[in-house]
């Protein structure tokens, strides 16, 4: 994987002044081992140098983003989960407390998502995943020229809305400061020991469109055990981004963490 940013391609997209389109070309990364078998030589490629080099990235992000003093939560869920509507009412609370917030949006194709937070007068950075192969994950390698677009030392948060998948995205690391993964009552209680490494690598686990909650039958309690029986130090919030519920203590919640990071830097 080349981590020259020079080969990124960065296209301005249309009128939409508030956000950039990215479109990257990866270089397959791998490394060869002869193995005999049989009396037999045969060749097998392995992938790892690709998480190897995007951990790097990954570290680079982190130093970055503790220079400007940044907060970056990485979103990642199913799709249709709730992450877009989500940040249409979380954005403007913290931006009531005086935070600077600013968006990457990730997607296979279209920029329907980054139009939704347009009003919200926010940088936005569209990442669609299409032009190289319609990944279901944003790597560091897409994040690092999205951040390069973004005036970091003015912004106090920058969540990430990665692809909508319970899988891939849980096995790149974005740089992120924070992880997050959004589960609705309707995906029901098994999906955190179906999908462990999800919620193992998130610090926060949001049940979400819990206004739901009396059309359904889904016992709550379980799906909390569910979550904790995977990742005992998971904090967890129910939300109702509808109705607001549960989205004072999640903002509170990264306030306290950004307030925290702050104390330790200094």
């Not at 009412?89 to 968006?103: F, N, R």
């Amino acid at each position: 994987m080349n981590s020259d940013r020079s080969n990124y391609d960065t296209e301005e997209h249309g009128d939409f002044n508030n956000y950039k389109n990215y479109s990257v070309n990866l270089s397959e990364s791998s490394v060869r081992l002869r193995v005999t078998q049989k009396d037999q030589i045969m060749e097998i490629k392995i992938v790892r140098h690709v998480l190897e080099a995007n951990d790097k990235l990954a570290a680079e992000i982190r130093q970055r983003t503790a220079n400007s003093k940044t907060i970056l939560v990485n979103l990642m869920s199913s799709p249709g989960s709730g992450k877009t509507t989500l940040l249409e009412k979380l954005i403007p609370m913290l931006q009531s407390k005086a935070y600077k917030i600013g968006v990457i949006e990730g997607d296979i194709t279209t920029t329907m998502d980054a139009e939704r937070l347009q009003p919200l007068n926010i940088p936005i950075v569209q990442i669609n995943t299409e032009p190289f192969g319609g990944d279901c994950h944003l790597g560091a390698e897409v994040i690092m020229p999205a951040l390069d677009s973004l005036d970091l030392a003015n912004l106090d948060f920058v969540f990430i809305e990665n692809v909508g998948n319970l899988v891939c995205p849980a096995e790149f690391d974005t740089g992120a400061n924070v992880n997050v993964v959004v589960l609705s009552v309707t995906e029901g209680e098994d999906k955190p020991l179906k999908y462990p490494l999800m919620f193992r690598v998130c610090q926060l686990a949001l049940i979400s469109k819990t206004d739901l909650l009396p059309y359904l039958n889904l016992n709550l309690d379980l799906l909390r055990q569910n979550m904790l029986r995977i990742n005992p130090n998971l904090t967890i919030f129910p939300i109702s981004a509808q109705r607001g519920g549960g989205l004072v203590d999640l903002q509170n919640w990264l306030i306290g963490y950004k307030r925290w990071i702050s104390d330790v830097a200094e």
